[in-house]
Nanobody
Framework: VQLVESGGGLVQPGGSLRLSCAGS????????MRWYRQAPGKERELVAA????????NYADSVKGRFTISRDNPKNTVYLQMNSLKPEDTAVYYC?????????WGQGTQVTVSS
């Protein structure tokens, strides 16, 4: 299993970013995909999840109405569209899949929201 995130960067408050995560080595379309984040000195937290067929999503309360998770199964890719970004969204964002009771993680992509 390999997960590769991209799309992070520095953005001003109120701005937008789109993160991507390309998966390989497993049947991508059969698995729920998740985005987590970890800010300095804090525990890793679940941001959003999307079911295998993409019909069901859920979000942390802190990002509801601002972030949208989506997936393109033919491309083996999951996305996180982040709008109205706040300084408190600053973190390393990780893509995740749970397969056969094992959590797999990407290398993470840094998102920094600052003026």
């Amino acid at each position: 299993v390999q997960l590769v995130e991209s799309g992070g960067g520095l953005v001003q408050p109120g701005g937008s970013l789109r993160l991507s995560c390309a998966g390989s080595g497993f049947p991508f379309s059969s698995y729920t995909m998740r985005w987590y984040r970890q800010a300095p000195g804090k525990e890793r937290e679940l941001v959003a999840a999307i079911a295998s067929a993409g019909g069901s999503t859920n979000y942390a309360d802190s990002v509801k109405g601002r972030f949208t998770i989506s997936r393109d199964n033919p491309k083996n890719t999951v996305y996180l569209q982040m709008n109205s970004l706040k300084p408190e969204d600053t973190a390393v964002y990780y893509c995740n899949v749970l397969r056969w009771s094992v959590n797999y993680w990407g290398q993470g992509t840094q998102v920094t929201v600052s003026s």
